[in-house]
């Protein structure tokens, strides 16, 4: 079955760094489409960025030239690196897949971004 499991979240400082993992299994990894989403308290769950099969990534505005997302297709594992946070950037952030129309999540990782 598919099975995405998330890493690297924790608290961090304003301007501060993270490197998200998602580890991916159950599927033909390199043939989706993956992508990140947060969510914060009170708030609906939002896309941050995508990449495609070949490699391709795009970004919601809020973090364009500060995320990048990535993805091993031999390792079967998208990351996403975040730099500058700011405490907007506080949320849980989920990793997916929709795989024969079905969305697929992990059980997310929280980030904290505080002083």
């Known amino acids: 079955q598919v099975q995405l499991v998330e890493s690297g979240g924790g608290l961090v400082q304003p301007g501060g760094s993270l490197r998200l993992s998602c580890a991916a299994s159950?599927?033909?990894?390199?043939?989706?489409?993956m992508g990140w989403y947060r969510q914060a308290p009170q708030k609906q769950r939002e896309l941050v960025a995508t990449?495609?099969?070949?490699?391709?990534?795009n970004y919601v505005d809020s973090v364009k030239g500060r995320f990048t997302i990535s993805r091993d297709n031999a390792k079967k594992m998208v990351y996403l690196q975040m730099e500058s946070l700011k405490p907007e950037d506080t949320a849980v952030y989920y990793c997916n897949v929709r795989v024969m129309g079905v969305n697929y999540w992990g059980q997310g990782t929280q980030v904290t971004v505080s002083s």
């Open positions: 990449v495609t099969t070949g490699g391709s990534a």
């Open positions: 159950g599927f033909r990894f390199s043939m989706y489409t």
